[in-house]
């Protein structure tokens, strides 16, 4: 799956450089990877039998990290941006089944029992939200998980002193009015103050694909 990555807009251009590489050493501790595990016995308990499973914008892989503690048997693949980060992700998984480059530019007729995406959609430029969506549907076998920041009305926020590279909106709303396969299976809410397991402020929802 790698692939030479050409870049269409700003916040592919952002997460590729300087900017994605420090986010790489802010998020790879072992506190992360133990509320992950807990976010995802609790976003995944209505899942079951997943034989394979896809991250939009893995990272270094900490969700997959945690993924595989508890599905250790699942195949699993990912979509990157950032080197960087890649280099770390071929760690925890084959890099035959890692494609570098933007989500816009990714393209496969393969689908996943299980498609993720964590902490992306709000850096995608809005205006690519569509075609996103397009193929997180496309992907889904069975079960679609989007954990964003949530909002009813669609805003723009400042991000580490950076203007338009955080949107929030009713994502996973967005996708179920437009794809009358996918309904809601479950959903829920993470608080950066929990005192066991925190996240950072995230809304979760697990989609489920009719067919």
Known sequence: MVNMPSYVTDQERFWAGDFG?????RNNSKDLLASNINFFSESLRRVNDLKSCIEFGANIGMNIRALKYLYPSVNYNAIEINKNAI????????IENIFEGSINEFNSIETWDLVIIKGVLIHI?????????EKLVKSTKKYLLIAEYYSRNPEALNYRGFSNKLYKRDFAGEILDSYP????EDYGFKYHKDINFPQDDISWFLLKKIK
């Open 181 to 184: 396969e996918i309904k809601l």
């Open 21 to 25: 590489n420090n986010y790489i050493e």
């Open 87 to 94: 280099e770390i992700l071929k760690e925890t998984i084959p």
């Open 125 to 133: 430029n809005p205006d690519f939200l569509k075609k996103t969506y």
